[in-house]
């Protein structure tokens, strides 16, 4: 018991210090804050106060909940899987394996930095919505359960997935390359940029089988009034559904990640790092 | 003295091709081991295996009392790795790695002394990114026995080092050893190294310990002649033996007293180490 809470401890120290490390890499830092709560500015002040069509809601309200919904998913799917493909091309992983208690302690870490900058973030995004207006927090006790709940459970599923993605990725480089593309896809099917109605039936299925359609609905139930509801699915926030499918993606996310994760840190090893750096020196 | 390593008849083969062909090895506690071999030998897959890093295909291992592959983490805090050339953490503080890097152990060493042994006192606010290859190199074996280690593995330890840095490094790994009774295994190709550093050499060749012993004991098995020469009739002679001693008595005997420009030279350790490896090859 003792050494479980003693590698949880160096675990957060170890996230926190990476986490500082991030966000003194200005290049690093720059290239994150700009894409996410840069065009979230940029969009709130072109067109958040406008009112969205037919409502008396306002855009910004409408795109703080897609743009947090994003963020989450991004920071915990593509971001973790970045690191974790860089920390297994760079020995960090394995440095970690040749010290004892090391992979827990890694694993927790990296959580750690991760919900550190999707917490930054997102407290950006709030902050900044706030201070422009163009933002109000929601007023009822249950919208802000709702939220107690909805953001922790989504962040587990899209973290452990992303770790579980990292872990099989052959290099950093690849994981931008293979998760670009789909998650930009599913930014624009899943209803937190364009509502749903917009999307022909198979595509609205096929945004309801992915984390972030409902990471997006749970929280545009938090920021939107229910006049909103005509452009959600079926008409309802669908709360309970919102928790068995993230709640589903979650547990299949974490036990996904602790196979593949396991599997990954079995394999590593100092020639198999010799090989790697290798390749990547030939592809440069 | 008790047994750090154990290896009998150790065998590693990556689909068909068999890199390790029974390896065995015993190393005793406080020792300095050398894995001498020409590169492709096996000296790396052999160390990952005794580390822990991979599963062999057959023999026995056991390494400070225990199976690598069954290794838990209180076996793991006993050692100490240092692999070849690594590149991570590179945008830690050095102090900062090497204080957190002690904290998963119970009893670390002082950073901060350990930073003033290794030379690193004045990169200690430094990027570990921006250090050069030798101050990289000592800042990985500060990490290597942080955890004050019984028994420490070095990969390749001085590959790109100028003499200076290697010179350095010999004399921090000689201290260690000393000092702190560490067992020491290391890796290398280069023979002056392993014959400066290590108590004993094992030489791996074609898959197996060709030979393991100190200089004079390589020396011997590898019985590269001996060279007498001398002068006679005004020109120079030389003759190729294994017993050296006698043929100087045989030319007393015939010189009736003693020989001109006698001259006994025996093989350099390198002379009968690249006479071994060429009879392998």
New interface residues.
Partial sequence: MKTVRKMMG?GV??GW??FV??V??RKEQAGQLLGTVGVFVLLLLWIGDEPVKGTDVSSGTLMTAGFLAFTITSGGLLSLAMMIAA?RE???M??L??????IP?YLIGRGVTVLCQIVLQCGLMLGIGLALGSVTFPSSPADWLTLAWVVPLGTLAVVSLGAAIGSVLPSPKTAAVIMGLPMMGAMLISGVMLPMSYMPEPVQWIAQALPLYWQGLGLRSVFLPDSMLAAEIGGAWRLPETAAVLGAWAVAGLLLAAWLLRRATRR????R??ER?LAAQAAN | MSTAISVRGLRMAYGRAEVLKGVDLDIREGEIVALLGPNGAGK??TI?IL?G??NRSGGEVSVLGTDPQRGG??W??R?G?V??????????GVR?LLA??G???DNPRDPDELLAALGLTGQASQQVGLLSGGQRRRLDVA?GIV?RPELLFL?EPTTGFDPEARREFHRLVERLATEDGMTILLTTHDLAEAERLAGRIAILLGGKIAVCGDAEDLARAVQAPSRVGWIEDGERRTRATDDPSGVVWELQARFGGPVPGLEVRRPTLEESYLDLVGRAA
Avoid: C, N, P
Avoid at chain 1, 268 to 271: F, K, M, N, T, V
């Fill in positions: 160096i120290r170890r210090a990476e490390h991030l003194k890499d920390d760079d020995g960090t394995l440095r394996r040749a010290t004892a208690g090391g302690v590593e090893s100092g020639s790092l010799a750096r | 790396t897959t990952e580390e890093f991979r983490d209180a793991r805090a050692l790795v692999l070849q050339a690594w590149q991570d953490h590179k945008r830690w900062e957190h890097m904290s998963y152990y990490i955890g990969d």
